[in-house]
C-alpha cells in the first residue's frame, strides 16, 4: 500500500485515502473508473485491499435505479474478498494480512431486536441497516423523522479498489476457500443459505429451486450439500441441460407434463428470479404445509391464486440476504462442505459487457471481478 494519509484537520475530520473505482453517473450511463476518496480505518475498523468483488443482479437494478431509490454516482460490490492492510485502533478480530469477505451490509443500529438478537438484516432502526453501497437501506427522506443515524447518504462498494470498513462486519474467509469464488457466497451463497436453513432443509427434503442463475446455481449446491434432492426450474433449455450434467433434476419451467408429475412433491422452494413473475405454477409442486420462499424479487409479484394456499395451507414468504452470522456459517458449511459457485472472472473493462450478459442471462454463474486490474488510486 502507498496509501496517502492527510493529517486530521483542525475541525477534527478523519483523515482520508485516496481510492478508485468504478461508477455510473446516471441510470442510463455506463460504469466509468471514478476517483474518489474514503475515510481512514477509525476505531475498530479496517482497511481493506480489494482483490475480487462477485457482480450481483442487484448490482443492475441499482445502477439502472429499477428500485426507484439509487443514489448517484452509484458503485456496486457487495460480494466483496480483499485483504487487511491497515487497521484501526482497538481493532481485535482481524490483522494485518488476513484474508476477509464483505457482503451486503457494512453497519447496522446495534441497538434494536433484530440487531440485538443477530438479526441486524433485518435491522429496524429508521434507516434500517448500512448497505454497502448506496447508503442507509431507508434514506433520510423516507425514514422516521427524516433521520439518518449513519450521517451518510451514499456509500461506496466493492467495484473499487479500497475499502474501510467496521471489523464486526467483515467476514473471515476460511483458507479452504477460493477467494475468487468466495466472493458470491457474500450475497448469493448466504441469501439463498439463511433460507434453505431456516425451513428445515436436511437429508430426505425435496427442494425446488426456481432460476438457475447465480442465486439458483448457489441454493442447488447448498441445498444439495444439506442433503435435499433438489430439482431446479428454469425457463433455459441450455441451463436445465447443464443442471441435469451438475447432478440435479430440472425441468423447463413451463413443462406443465413435468409440472403436473411432480406436483404436490415438494417440501421448500425457493424462487431466485431476480424481476416480476408468477409463482402460481410452483405453489401447486408444494406439499401441505410446505412454503415457497422468494428471495430475488423486490417488487409485486403476479396475483397468487389464494384457493391453493388455502386448500393445502401452503405458505408463501421471502427472506433478505442474510445476518453477519448466518454469512460466517455458511462460508464456514462451504469450506467443510465443499461447496463452491461456478464463476467466471472477468477484469474491471470488461463490467459494462458482463452487465448486458447477465441481464440476458448468458452467464455461468457468477461473473467476479478481479480488481487487481483496476489501476490507480492507492492500489
Ligand atoms: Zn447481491
Ligand atoms: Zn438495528
Known amino acids: 500500500m502507498n496509501s496517502v494519509l492527510r ?11 485516496k481510492a478508485v473505482g468504478y461508477a455510473a453517473k446516471h441510470c442510463f450511463s455506463h460504469l466509468k473508473l471514478l476517483e474518489f476518496e474514503r475515510e481512514a ?10 482483490l475480487y468483488c462477485g457482480v450481483c443482479h442487484s448490482d443492475i437494478h441499482q445502477v439502472k435505479n429499477e428500485w426507484h431509490n439509487t443514489i448517484y454516482p ?13 487497521i484501526g485502533p482497538g481493532v481485535t478480530r482481524h490483522k494485518v494480512g488476513d484474508l476477509v469477505g464483505v457482503g451486503c451490509m457494512i453497519d447496522s443500529c446495534g441497538h434494536c431486536e433484530p440487531c440485538r438478537s443477530s438479526n441486524e438484516n433485518y435491522c429496524e432502526s429508521p434507516n434500517g441497516w448500512l448497505g454497502t453501497y448506496n447508503g442507509p437501506l431507508i434514506p433520510a427522506d423516507r425514514a422516521r423523522g427524516n433521520a439518518n443515524i449513519y450521517g451518510r447518504d451514499n456509500t461506496f462498494g466493492g467495484y ?22 468466495a466472493a458470491p457466497i457474500l450475497c448469493a451463497g448466504v441469501t439463498t443459505y439463511s433460507a434453505l436453513k431456516r425451513w428445515g432443509v436436511k437429508p430426505g427434503k425435496h427442494v425446488g429451486i426456481v432460476g438457475f442463475g447465480g442465486l ?48 404436490g412433491s415438494m417440501d421448500f422452494i ?14 401447486e409442486l ?3 404445509d410446505s412454503t415457497i420462499c422468494v428471495v430475488g424479487c423486490l417488487a409485486p409479484l403476479e396475483p397468487v391464486d389464494n384457493a391453493e394456499v388455502i386448500l393445502h395451507r401452503k405458505d408463501i414468504s421471502g427472506s433478505l440476504i442474510g445476518s453477519l452470522r448466518e454469512t460466517q456459517e455458511v462460508l464456514q458449511f462451504c469450506a467443510e462442505h465443499d461447496v463452491a459457485p461456478d464463476i467466471q472472472v472477468i477484469g474491471v473493462d470488461e463490467l459494462n459487457d458482463a452487465y448486458h450478459k447477465v441481464e440476458k442471462g448468458d452467464v455461468r454463474y457468477r461473473y467476479v471481478i478481479d480488481l487487481t486490474s483496476l489501476q490507480g488510486g492507492s492500489g
Do not use: W
Not at 7 to 16: F, K, M, T, Y
Not at 41 to 50: H, L, Q, S
Not at 74 to 86: D, S, W, Y
Open 286 to 288: 408444494l406439499k401441505r
Open 7 to 17: 493529517a486530521d484537520d483542525s475541525e477534527g475530520l478523519r483523515s482520508r485515502i
Open 270 to 283: 425457493l424462487s431466485t428470479i431476480p424481476e416480476k413473475h408468477d409463482i402460481n405454477p410452483y405453489i
Open 216 to 263: 439458483g446455481n448457489m441454493g442447488a449446491k447448498l441445498a444439495r450439500a444439506m442433503g435435499a434432492h433438489v430439482t431446479i426450474l428454469t425457463r433455459s433449455e441450455h441451463k436445465c441441460d447443464e443442471a441435469t450434467q451438475m447432478g440435479f433434476t430440472a425441468m423447463i419451467e413451463d413443462d406443465e407434463r413435468a409440472l403436473r408429475a411432480s406436483a
Open 160 to 181: 473499487s479498489n479500497v475499502m474501510v470498513v467496521k471489523e464486526a462486519f467483515a467476514l473471515k474467509i476460511p483458507p479452504a476457500l477460493d477467494p475468487d469464488a
Open 41 to 50: 480505518a477509525g476505531e475498530k475498523e479496517i482497511e481493506i485491499r480489494v
Open 74 to 86: 452509484c458503485m456496486p460490490g457487495h460480494e466483496v474478498i480483499g485483504r487487511v492492510t491497515r
